[in-house]
């Protein structure tokens, strides 16, 4: 039985506008498919004590144009890998959104950050409800809107991707 996804709890690691996929993972390390060894590259060149000091159910926050550039499907793997709970950002390059939705990895857009780049800071302890569709930082107490999740995005999370969800599907026919 799939999970629902109600909240995603996590400290932030935050990151700028413009972040290209070859920010989260140059092209230069991609000469190995294994997912984990990978992981020790992320964000190498913004931030090298990223995948040393990540933890599991960290979050993301970025300021618009989130993972620009090559449609690289190593990225938003990679931060999966690493136990990212979700990316938060003013807005997504498409296909990095589609990507992260497709292996179950939540894409997360919050118009405020346009406005207010600084309304979440590194290292803020967050709250996302799906739900509700809204964003807290616990430190602030203050609360965000975040667009809402489409239904089928949704369930593509709660069975833990595409794939997941087509088998858990082929499955019950």
């Given at each position: 039985m799939p999970k629902q996804i109600s909240f995603i709890t996590g400290k932030v690691w935050r990151f700028g506008s413009d972040i290209s996929t070859d920010d989260i993972i140059s092209g230069v390390h991609l000469s190995t498919i294994e997912i984990t060894k990978l992981t020790t590259y992320a964000f190498q060149h913004l931030r090298p004590e990223f995948a040393e000091k990540v933890q599991v159910g960290d979050i993301i926050v970025s300021g618009e144009h989130f993972g620009i550039g090559s449609s690289r499907e190593e990225a938003p793997a990679i931060l999966k890998q690493l136990g990212i709970g979700a990316v938060v950002a003013a807005s997504f390059a498409r296909i990095f959104f589609r990507n992260s939705f497709n292996i179950g990895l939540p894409a997360i857009e919050c118009s405020e950050l346009?406005?207010?780049?600084?309304?979440?800071?590194?290292?803020?302890?967050?709250?996302?409800?799906?739900?509700?569709?809204?964003?807290?930082?616990?430190?602030?107490?203050?609360?965000?809107k975040i667009a809402k999740i489409p239904p089928f995005l949704l369930a593509y999370l709660e069975a833990g991707g595409a794939i997941p969800l087509l088998k858990k599907r082929l499955k019950a026919r």
């Open positions: 346009k406005k207010d780049p600084e309304i979440i800071r590194d290292g803020d302890l967050i709250e996302i409800d799906l739900q509700e569709s809204i964003l807290i930082n616990q430190g602030t107490k203050r609360s965000y």
